[in-house]
């Protein structure tokens, strides 16, 4: 784990000058800890050196990482999923992993109890 000196924060606003990044990318490019890194973010943002530009969505579909670009502006909000939309997925993820393993899902198996 790195020590946060005036090298450190030199070469992350050096990377935030050429591009937006995430906490995770500004880990790995400087030697911070992930954590020490997120940290960091957090407290520029709340300073307003740095806004989110944008968010990085996961494997479900959810903006999870925020992207960190230099500079003052309004932050981009996090799509939040509707209920509708979070139900759908979770019955297509049901019916794949039916297909997938030949598993019988919850009805069929109820019905054949006493």
């Not at 070469?11 to 990044?21: M, Q, Y």
């Not at 050196?49 to 579909?61: A, I, K, Y």
């Not at 003052?72 to 997938?100: F, I, N, Q, V, Y």
Request: proline share 2%; glycine share 4%; with cysteine.
């Amino acid at each position: 784990m790195k020590k946060v000196n005036q090298d450190t924060y030199a070469r992350v606003f050096k990377i935030l000058l050429t591009e937006p990044s995430t906490a995770h990318e500004l880990a790995e490019e400087t030697g911070l800890h992930s954590v020490t890194a997120q940290s960091l973010m957090r407290t520029l943002k709340k300073h307003k050196v740095v806004h989110v530009c944008e968010w990085e969505v996961d494997r479900l579909g959810r903006d999870a990482t925020p992207v960190y670009k230099l500079g003052e502006g309004r932050d981009k909000k996090r799509r939040r999923l509707t209920t509708a939309e979070r139900h759908a997925r979770s019955r297509a993820r049901k019916a794949e992993l039916t297909t997938l393993l030949g598993v019988r899902s919850d009805d069929e198996h109820s019905n054949n109890r006493l």
